[in-house]
């Protein structure tokens, strides 16, 4: 996977499921006049004021405003985004189209990668087409391939890049992602385990700086070392609502790795490195069970819960066997 395809993939992954909640929440207004139940005769009769009768809200004329804005909007920004990917990154030679199977590179992270941000993606295209007007059914199945559609076409590029190719089992990652998000809505008409991301600096970086990033923005996207995906898993949602349990509060499995510089194991060697991988235990904050009739907080929550927070963990690898971190990230 190219560097900037690294870049462009995980811009997508966070501003998609941002701008879905900025679309998505309705006016409280709105949301109150769906919720409140039409007054009966008997209570029209008693009262000496005429009750009013519950608003209707209009779809129609709302899908009709904001649906034509959201597609035009995503198709010029993303087919911009495309062209300029064609044009300024790959300007270098051109092979025929061909496949190259990275599957035993970096120990598969760069897989987790490819699922964390079609998974979002497609969260976050759901939600747009719902704020947009579209029915629940139809804008989940036609939002959650998105992420699938986004990712996708960037496999066409790598394919006709000598230096690359094509790559099955990204693909394959992608359309996990999405299929990951449809599964839930339709189990559970809600999602209820959250793949994460959290990263920090490591020192393998400095050795291969042109492949692991030389900045801290480039280190995010393309040093694997510092990255870890997690699956949390919000437990409130399987207990009864009197349950003690703190809903805000979630466990949490992770997957990482370290001392991966090259993914050939003799040049690995040559530094003194093995590459292994890492397995973690450990608590999240579910920062969408956290009460708050702030707008803004609720939007902020909703982008910021595709980041792991900082917590105590609990690590397993081969190398060091169990390995208790004060607080990990």
């Given at each position: 996977?190219?560097?900037i395809f690294r870049f462009f993939a995980a811009a997508g992954r966070w501003l998609l499921p941002a701008a879905g909640l900025v679309l998505a929440a309705p006016p409280s207004s709105q949301a109150q006049a769906i919720e409140t139940p039409p007054p009966t005769a008997a209570a029209q009769a008693q009262s000496p004021i005429p009750l009013p009768l519950r608003p209707v ?273």
């Amino acid at each position: 996977m190219t560097s900037i395809f690294r870049f462009f993939a995980a811009a997508g992954r966070w501003l998609l499921p941002a701008a879905g909640l900025v679309l998505a929440a309705p006016p409280s207004s709105q949301a109150q006049a769906i919720e409140t139940p039409p007054p009966t005769a008997a209570a029209q009769a008693q009262s000496p004021i005429p009750l009013p009768l519950r608003p209707v809200p209009d779809s129609a004329a709302g899908l009709s405003r904001r649906l034509p804005v959201l597609a035009g909007g995503l198709a010029v920004t993303y087919s911009g985004l495309l062209y300029g990917l064609d044009q300024g990154w790959y300007t270098g030679e051109r092979s025929r189209f061909h496949w190259f199977n990275d599957l035993g590179e970096w120990k598969q992270l760069d897989k987790a990668g490819h699922f964390w941000g079609a998974f979002h993606e497609s969260r976050g295209a759901v939600d747009m087409l719902r704020w947009a007007g579209v029915p629940a059914r139809r804008a989940l199945w036609y939002g959650g391939l998105v992420g699938f559609v986004l990712q996708s076409p960037i496999e066409y590029f790598d394919g006709h890049d000598p230096a690359y190719g094509a790559s099955a089992t990204d693909l394959a990652a992608n359309f996990l992602g999405s299929a990951g998000l449809i599964a839930q809505q339709l189990a559970w008409n809600e999602v209820r385990l959250m793949p994460k991301y959290s990263f920090h600096t490591t020192r393998y970086a400095k050795l291969r700086p042109n492949v692991l990033g030389r900045t801290l923005a480039e280190q995010h996207l393309k040093d694997y070392n510092g990255q870890t995906y997690w699956l949390c898993a919000d437990l409130a949602a399987w207990l009864r609502p009197e349950s003690r349990w703190p809903k805000w509060l979630q466990p949490a499995v992770g997957y990482g790795a370290q001392q991966m510089v090259f993914n050939d194991p003799d040049a690995n060697a040559a530094l003194g490195l093995r590459a292994y991988r890492q397995y973690y235990l450990t608590f999240d904050v579910n920062l969408m069970r956290i009460p708050t009739r702030s707008k803004l907080l609720k939007r902020v929550f909703y982008v910021a819960s595709i980041f792991h927070l900082p917590a105590p963990a609990l690590e397993y690898n081969s190398r060091n066997g169990l390995v208790l971190h004060g607080l990990y990230y």
